[in-house]
């Protein structure tokens, strides 16, 4: 858990520093700074795609992963957890599921808790205390942040309560899931998640298709179990 509390500590900090200082960089430079990061996403996301030794298991998870995140609103979860935090701590006068609030806290949310280095580095931490992968991954996620929050505001500081349960979950499953996850099963949900993040930059950082990106996200597991199931015929 260490790697993980190190994580959560980063994103706080940069987007304190976001929020304090963001009011001074001009508009268009933030705009700028999100279009980058956005581009970066989607071109990471590419890379970790070609991770993949069977893109038919990839689009085979993105289906079914689709169906079940539609089937139990996992989007719109997202987006009532950030409207209810919004109404306790935001005073934000736009409002909404559009809102700069959600946006920023579900932005972050994806972002941070998709990619290898999330699942990787909770594996390693929790299984031998050794959180370096993480620690690299806390630097990364708290520069992120500060551009993040100076453009999206304090949702994206309320992302640091989804890393701490998804990282620190992963971290705390860390044994049983080393003796089923193996390196094919790692790289086709590796490669799934690479798509995931090609959406996510697509839709909120440089917006230009609305995507449902939350409901994608059951294909993260979808894509392991799949070729567990190859693998027995």
């Known amino acids: 858990m260490t790697g993980t509390i190190i994580n959560v500590a980063a994103i706080l900090i940069g987007s304190t520093i976001g929020l ?22 989607a071109v990471m996301g590419i890379q ?15 289906i079914i992963g689709t169906l079940i995140g539609e089937w139990l609103g996992l989007e719109d979860g997202l987006q009532r957890i950030g409207l209810s935090l919004e109404k306790r701590f935001s005073r934000d006068t736009e409002s909404g599921t559009g809102s700069r609030f959600v946006r920023g ?25 050794d959180f370096n992968l993480l620690a690299v991954k806390s ?15 304090i949702g994206v500081m309320f992302s640091s309560v989804m890393i701490l349960i998804y990282q620190g979950g992963i971290s705390l499953l860390a044994g049983l899931l ?18 995931i993040l090609v959406g996510l930059g697509i839709s909120n950082l440089l917006e230009i298709k609305k995507i449902r990106v939350g409901n994608f996200l059951p294909a993260l597991a979808i894509a392991p179990l799949i070729v567990w199931i190859l693998a027995k015929f």
């Not at 990619?115 to 205390?129: F, Y």
């Not at 630097?139 to 505001?153: M, Y």
């Open 20 to 41: 304090l200082f963001g009011a001074r960089i001009p508009e268009r430079f933030k705009d700028t700074v999100i279009a980058g990061m956005g581009l970066f996403t």
């Open 48 to 62: 970790m795609f070609f991770k993949s030794e069977n893109q038919l298991i990839v689009l085979g998870a993105m």
């Open 105 to 129: 806290f579900m932005v972050a949310s994806l972002l941070f808790c998709i990619g290898p280095m999330a699942i990787l580095g909770s594996i390693q931490d929790g299984l031998t205390g």
């Open 139 to 153: 630097t990364l996620d708290g520069f992120a942040s500060v551009a993040f929050a100076s453009t999206l505001g």
């Open 178 to 195: 080393s003796s089923i996850i193996s390196d094919p099963m790692m790289n086709e949900m590796t490669a799934t998640g690479g798509v």
